[in-house]
């Protein structure tokens, strides 16, 4: 199982300064949110197409993700188009469909797949490493936030999910071996399932807490070193156009 | 013996730095929230109703019993945080503003919520199974409580089918899952806590 | 002056229960010692203890004969401990940020860490892989990336805890000539293992502790014999000398 969908290839796009990367996706996520005319939209939908295919990501490996939203698209736009009251479209047989409802519907779901496409290319063509590096850095200025605590745990998370399901599969096969299918109380079941996860892991974890220890770690620490040049500022630019027109 | 023990057990040193405390804080909160993660992932069939039983919110409510108020919330937090940043960490894999802030992004904000009013009161005091039991439904009320005006108002639902879609399937399943995380803390709990004690007496 | 010392370290957890008691042991610089012991033996225990994850309840350990208490991230850098399980060790997302870790944390400038990690990983044999996931190494590979973790605070004494656990015949062997390598490199090698055979040919003296006490300390043609009385596999035949005990060829 793959949790972060970062595909390596050599393009301007994965070559970005993730600072820069991460501030564009922003800006084009808020534009989304923003957009309220149809040539928001176009210009939008244009821009992170062409960021798509800039990045060069395999379409099979997005559909995954994009079957869900699929769905989850149609029913913001039914829904819309069903509740939404308003003058009947001529010329169509349904006559509960109002006209306004359907342009509502296709303005909700052509925001969700902007903003889609935006997280697709930005998770595609960044390294988690890069990623939690540029929070790291985004959060330094903010008072009271411990940034390097906060990256550390980023870290940590993404190492611990695959230790876990790796003891989860194993406890499942064992418990299978033991016909624990038999059992109809859920509670139980869940129990037999949550308990041992819980118990393995918290013990796993003090080991590492321990290692780290004994690495001397610390959250003074090495600094990532970020690298920006002319492209990463016009790809900046071109993103803060398009917010500008957005919303003015 | 014994009392030489216990003389030697007070004269121990005591000195833990707050490094040391807040390392094993910053490694069980990344635990917690790669649980919710996992949690989110995995699906029990329940014998009744369609809807399958997830586990993530199980892991928040055990996250909020566990680490209480302040690194319960860190944890959830963490978890939000990294399913906007576009980290497939929600439900069956998905992520992003899109869901965050979609029909479902109630229950999502929800949990912090959950946590926050579970860390709170469980926290509060000597523990008990009751206090325990009652900072469980208070944080589940407050959950839906979020969660299904959300997706009334993002669908365009009335309250009767907002209620059919956002409620009712899930109850059965948040009344195992209470029952669950009741248990948990009861055998879990105390020697987790023994563990937090001696790391940071040691 | 011993390398690193330990004068009557004791340490009782918190529910009474003695883990180590009275432990009095000098290492000299260059050692490579064995210390066996059943499990339950207080091995594990004592080894963090000589880096001061745990604090003793009484006693102290010197380094270069100060308090390892001193300076204690001066006495983690020079005392390197790979843990039995590489899992709970491994931190980073591949195996260089992994082998980063341990300089990161001393705040060395970017162009010393990729330089130290490099050298670790040229020194552990796993520069070919320093961009895969740590996840997808084979058991031997993970034993050697956690030493090349430690290598990279440059230690002078390195302590594996049960580094055999859970390897397979070629992980052994690879396990074992990283060891050897390390020794020969000038390190004091300091191995907790219940598994003689797999290495005792190649240690300077044997140390074995039982329920916590210290109850032999030897050349290790002295000590084997008197190991099954501590629940430690005797594993000479009849004739055979300590030389044979090794998985090497």
Redesign the interface.
């Known amino acids: 199982m793959t949790f972060f969908h970062y595909i390596h290839r050599d393009t301007v796009l994965h070559r970005m300064d993730g600072r820069f990367k991460l501030l564009c996706m922003l800006l084009l996520s808020l534009s989304a949110s923003f957009a309220s005319q149809l040539q928001h939209y176009l210009v939008l939908l244009f821009v992170v197409t062409l960021a798509l295919l800039i990045a060069k990501l395999p379409f099979k490996a997005l559909l995954k993700d994009l079957k869900f939203f699929g769905i989850l698209i149609l029913i913001v736009f039914v829904v819309n188009a069903f509740n939404i009251p308003g003058d009947p479209i001529p010329n169509f047989p349904i006559t509960s469909i109002s006209l306004q409802g359907v342009i509502t519907g296709l303005r909700f779901a052509a925001r969700l797949t902007i903003i889609i496409i935006v997280c697709a290319v930005l998770t595609g063509t960044t390294p988690l490493m890069t990623l939690r590096n540029v929070i790291e850095w985004y959060l330094r200025p903010l008072p009271f936030v411990p940034e390097v605590r906060i990256a550390t745990m980023i870290n940590l998370t993404f190492m611990l999910i695959p230790l876990i399901f790796d003891n989860f599969a194993e406890m499942m096969k064992a418990q299978k071996a033991r016909c624990v299918e038999l059992r109809k109380n859920p509670i139980k079941r869940i129990n037999f399932i949550v308990f041992p996860l819980l118990n393995q892991t918290l013990r796993r974890v003090d080991e590492i807490a321990y290692a780290m220890e004994a690495r001397c770690y610390s959250e003074v620490r090495t600094r990532a070193v970020f690298k920006s040049n002319k492209i990463d500022w016009l790809l900046l630019a071109i993103c803060l156009s398009v917010f500008l027109f957005v919303i003015l | 013996m014994s009392q030489n023990q216990s003389s030697n057990l007070t004269d121990m040193p005591t000195n833990t730095t707050r490094s040391s405390l807040n390392l094993r804080m910053t490694v069980y909160v990344s635990l917690f929230t790669a649980l919710i993660i996992i949690g989110g992932y995995i699906s029990v069939p329940l014998p009744f109703g369609p809807v399958p039983i997830v586990l993530a919110d199980l892991f928040v409510m055990v996250t909020g019993l566990f680490l209480g108020f302040k690194w319960g919330l860190t944890s959830v937090a963490l978890y939000l945080s990294l399913g906007a940043l576009g980290l497939p960490v929600f439900a069956s894999g998905t992520s992003g503003l899109a869901v965050l802030f979609g029909p479902t992004g109630g229950y999502l904000f929800g949990y912090l919520l959950l946590v926050a009013s579970v860390g709170f009161i469980a926290s509060k005091g000597k523990q008990s199974i009751i206090r325990n039991l009652i900072a469980l439904i208070i944080g589940n009320m407050l959950l839906y409580a979020i969660g299904v005006p959300w997706l009334k108002t993002v669908m365009n639902f009335g309250w009767a089918g907002a209620l059919a879609a956002g409620l009712t399937p899930f109850l059965p399943g948040t009344v195992i899952k209470i029952t669950v995380a009741v248990a948990l803390s009861r055998v879990l709990l105390p020697r987790f806590k023994q563990t937090l004690l001696s790391a940071s007496v040691k | 002056m011993a390398l690193l010392e330990t004068q009557d370290l004791?340490h009782?957890?918190?529910d009474?229960t003695?883990a180590i008691q009275n432990i009095n042991l000098k290492f000299n610089e260059g050692e490579f010692v064995v210390i066996a012991g059943a499990n339950g033996s207080g091995k594990t225990v004592f080894a963090?203890h000589l880096?001061g994850?745990?604090?003793p309840?009484?006693g102290k350990v010197l380094i270069d004969g100060e308090p390892i208490t001193k300076n204690i991230?001066e006495t983690?850098?020079k005392v390197?401990?790979v843990?039995q399980?590489p899992?709970?060790?491994?931190?980073?997302?591949?195996v260089a940020?992994d082998v980063?870790?341990?300089?990161?944390?001393?705040?060395?400038?970017?162009d010393q860490?990729e330089a130290v990690v490099k050298e670790s990983l040229e020194a552990v044999g796993l520069s070919r892989l320093s961009t895969r996931s740590p996840?997808t190494l084979s058991g031997g590979e993970k034993r050697r990336l956690a030493i090349a973790?430690?290598l990279a605070?440059r230690p002078k004494i390195i302590i594996l805890d049960e580094p055999f656990t859970g390897l397979d015949y070629p992980g052994v062997v690879q396990v074992l000539k990283q060891i050897i390598q390390l020794h020969k490199t000038g390190h004091t090698i300091l191995l907790i293992t219940h598994e003689l055979e797999k290495i005792l040919a190649h240690a300077d003296r044997l140390v074995i502790l039982h329920k916590g006490k210290l109850v032999e300390d030897g050349k290790p043609e002295d000590v084997i014999y008197r190991s099954e009385n501590y629940g430690v596999r005797m594993p000479l035949r009849d004739g055979e000398k300590v030389a044979a005990l090794t998985w090497l060829k």
Request: glycine letters at 12%.
């Open positions: 004791t009782i957890f918190p009474g003695v963090r880096n994850l745990l604090k309840t009484k991230v983690r850098k390197g401990l843990f399980d899992d709970s060790q491994i931190v980073g997302q591949t940020e980063a870790f341990g300089p990161e944390n001393l705040n060395l400038p970017v860490v996840h973790g430690i605070m």
